[in-house]
């Protein structure tokens, strides 16, 4: 079983809709939790972390976490055409290192 | 947010050549590491360090080094360029784990092309 699990997408989503990405994590004991946006060519870039569970907003995104499930959630609300890109979760496992999954390319569809 | 800065953001390169791809940050963090990605793939961590005189091999096998003798300064190096090395080389950084927050934030990455 992989560390951290993501589905690869593509995921098509109309704009101005509500974009929902998942993630599922192997480690019980993990307590940190990130989610990176990626755009074609570019380097990762940190858009929210999660260290409690329950929900975390900011702007048009909210992550969700539930540590019983080992799941964690990204929100995109009010999908925009600039928000099409790969979305990576990550995970901060017992031996403190951060564990990428391999991400889910989302596309907001004009 | 931390500051982490690459150089040189492209670079191509002859087969045998040795190349050094520069890392610094300027957040005083202790932990960095390099990422080799290719285009569309996922992330590979390559090395690794916990700090000044510490490294280590991460979980994809490569044919480079590194070397952590300041703090802010993690640089790479590939004694004998081969096509095979062509891809993009990320480097990442992350502070002391307090209340909770080990945030890793990456440099803008270095194309390499190896002809």
């Known amino acids: 079983q992989k560390e951290v699990e993501q589905n690869s997408g593509p995921l098509s989503v109309p704009e101005g809709a509500i974009a929902s990405l998942n993630c599922t994590y192997s480690?019980?004991?993990?307590?940190?939790f990130f989610w990176y946006r990626q755009y074609s060519g570019k380097s990762p870039e940190l858009i929210m972390s999660?260290?409690?569970?329950g929900d975390k907003e900011d702007g048009r995104f909210t992550a969700q976490l539930n540590k019983a499930s080992q799941y964690v959630s990204l929100l995109i609300r009010d999908s925009q055409p600039s928000d099409s890109a790969t979305y990576l979760c990550?995970?901060?496992?017992?031996?403190?290192?951060?564990?990428f999954g391999k991400g889910t390319r989302l596309h907001i569809l004009p | 947010e931390a500051d982490i800065y690459q150089t040189p953001r492209y670079l191509v390169i002859g087969t045998g050549k040795k190349i050094t791809l520069e890392c610094s940050q300027t957040?005083?963090?202790?932990?960095m590491y390099w990422y080799q990605q290719d285009p569309g793939m996922e992330l590979h961590l390559i090395h690794y360090?916990?700090?000044?005189?510490?490294?280590e091999k991460g979980d994809l096998s490569s044919e480079s080094t590194v070397s952590r003798i300041r703090t802010e300064h993690f640089p790479l190096t590939l004694e004998s360029a081969r096509p095979s090395h062509t891809s993009q080389y990320l480097c990442?950084?992350?502070?002391?784990?307090?209340?909770?927050?080990?945030?890793?934030?990456f440099g803008p990455g270095t194309r390499l092309t190896v002809l």
């Open positions: 990442a950084s992350s502070g002391p784990r307090t209340g909770g927050y080990n945030e890793q934030f």
């Open positions: 480690d019980r004991v993990s307590q940190s």
């Open positions: 999660i260290y409690s569970n």
């Open positions: 990550a995970v901060l496992n017992r031996d403190d290192k951060i564990i």
């Open positions: 957040m005083g963090h202790d932990k």
């Open positions: 360090s916990y700090g000044v005189n510490s490294t």
